[in-house]
């Protein structure tokens, strides 16, 4: 008899794609099937096996879609099939989750589940927008209160959550019942001046307070042009704002662009200051498994020193190295040179220290920097690096008449999809970070083809090397293209810091 596998009802949190749990993470990359709500965060997906069955169970207005009881037939059949499968849900399972709902049909057909919390927008929206749901002195508790899905959400059922004046009350799912909300809420006593705030899209990078009174709550949400998801808090803590104003760039929305690794390094770096952070890691590394053979048929017995100028490189090279009939002793003669600190710290942990690491961190200085001080003793010189990188490398070692080889061991392209939800979020950002041209190229193509209006026209652009900043100027004009100084996360930061004063 086939294994029953296990139901995960997993909590996907309430927006932002850094709040979701390590365990919930870890579950929807082992995951053999992922059945999943309308996510804000649908990026999350992209965490999932390739070879995972994704199938979409939410809700869109006006069309058709699964009923409860078909989502449970589902999930059961999912499991007796012996699959692991993760029920991904926005916010907690079990906060207007119908999570229970999922759980019971499951207890019934004696299918193993497992409940993994989330962080529910019922807190966090607001709490993103610097309003605590309690208070000391001011609200002693709160209530969550569902403002959809029944016929009966008239006046008189919002008027009975009026009495307590130390209470703040969460409407989740509330855009469409403001009016009910806020005449129900006064026909119950509240008073009419009690403060409100909408929060909309909390905890994205599209998230906006809007606050206002019971009284002008309708007319604050028609001006505004409201829209889901948004949560609806009201009482005295909807007057207050705790949102630290005092960081370097507080207020600020910053796009990073690259790989995983380039992003997640920026990201780090910009959160410190207090940035809003849209991760666009859409661009994705393909290695070139021909050229990387050639670097190995080439050999290094007559090599100087080994050129490399991303961390990518790096990790690329030892990886085939491992792999390949040569071990260490073959680069005891084999210097290296590397683009910048991060590069050195890749190569450290693969046990090498970098023989050069120029002051200023691009291509550019690598070779000038080197020329000066070691033209005499280079004799065979071999790059390691993306395709599509700088020429001015080959330049200079030509001029020099130094033995040049240039193997362009990889090449990064964008993911359609991912670079999709980046781009459609990108006209509310002040800055983007490139540190490509590819990754300047797939996005502004991307908009011209899909008619995106992507950057808004303040919008600037920080990039790391001079062919990127050059491909962007191309774009958007130079005037809105800042040059980072080095190739490193921290002189992004203060490539950004020093064009906002």
């Known amino acids: 008899m086939k294994k029953i596998g296990t139901v995960y009802l997993v909590g996907a949190g309430p927006g932002a794609d850094d709040l979701i749990t390590l365990r919930a993470l870890s579950l929807l990359k082992s995951a053999d099937v992922v059945i999943y709500d309308n996510l804000s965060s649908a990026s999350l997906l992209f965490e999932c096996r390739e070879d995972c069955e994704k199938i979409f169970a939410g809700k869109i207005a006006g069309h058709k879609c699964n009923s409860q009881d078909e989502i449970n037939a589902l999930l059961c059949q999912k499991a007796k099939e012996g699959k692991m499968v993760v029920r991904l849900k926005g916010g907690d399972p079990f906060v207007f989750g119908r999570g229970g709902e999922e759980a019971a049909a499951l207890e019934k057909e004696g299918v193993p589940y497992c409940v993994v919390p989330g962080v529910t927008s019922a807190i966090s929206a607001a709490e993103s927008e610097g309003i605590p749901v ?29 009495k307590n004046e130390e209470e703040t009350l969460v409407f989740l799912m509330g855009v469409s019942s403001l009016e009910n909300i806020s005449k129900g809420l006064i026909a119950g006593g509240m008073k009419s001046d009690t403060p409100c705030s909408i929060v909309e899209s909390g905890t994205t990078i599209k998230s906006r307070r809007i606050d206002a009174t019971l009284e002008t709550l309708v007319l604050r949400a028609k001006e505004e042009c409201v829209s889901s998801p948004a949560v609806v808090v009201v009482g005295k803590t909807a007057a207050l704002n705790f949102k630290s104003s005092a960081f370097s760039l507080s207020g600020k929305k910053i796009g990073i662009t690259g790989t995983s690794q380039i992003v997640e ?40 020193w080994i050129f490399f100028t991303s961390s990518s490189a790096v990790n690329l090279f030892f990886d085939a190295f491992e792999a390949s009939e040569y071990d260490l002793r073959s680069l005891f003669d084999v210097k290296f040179a590397v683009v910048g600190g991060e590069t050195a710290k890749t190569l450290r942990k693969r046990g090498f220290k970098a023989d050069f690491v120029p002051k200023n961190a691009n291509s550019e200085s690598l070779s000038k920097e080197f020329v000066q001080k070691f033209e005499k003793n280079a004799k065979n010189v071999i790059a390691l690096r993306a395709e599509g990188g700088s020429k001015e490398m080959n330049a200079i070692f030509e001029a020099e008449n130094i033995q040049f080889k240039d193997f362009c061991i990889y090449r990064t392209k964008a993911d359609s999809d991912l670079l999709s939800l980046f781009a459609k979020s990108s006209d509310v950002l002040d800055f983007v970070a490139f540190s490509s041209s590819s990754a300047v190229r797939a996005f502004f193509d991307y908009c011209r083809e899909t008619k995106i209006d992507g950057l808004k026209e303040s919008a600037k652009a920080v990039c790391i090397g001079k062919a990127t900043f050059e491909t962007c100027a191309k774009e958007i004009g130079e005037k809105r293209c800042i040059l980072a100084k080095n190739c490193t996360a921290e002189s992004m930061v203060d490539a950004v810091l020093q064009n906002i004063f």
Do not use: P
């Open 134 to 162: 309690t208070h000391r002195n001011v609200a002693r508790s709160f209530r969550v209160i569902t403002a959809h899905g029944s016929s009966c959400l008239d006046e008189a059922y919002f008027s009975q959550f009026a």
């Open 265 to 304: 390094k920026q990201r780090k770096a910009f959160f410190e200051t207090g940035a809003q952070i849209l991760s666009g890691a859409f661009m994705k590394i393909n290695v070139d498994e021909k050229v990387i053979e050639d670097v190995f048929r080439f050999g290094f017995s007559d090599v100087d």
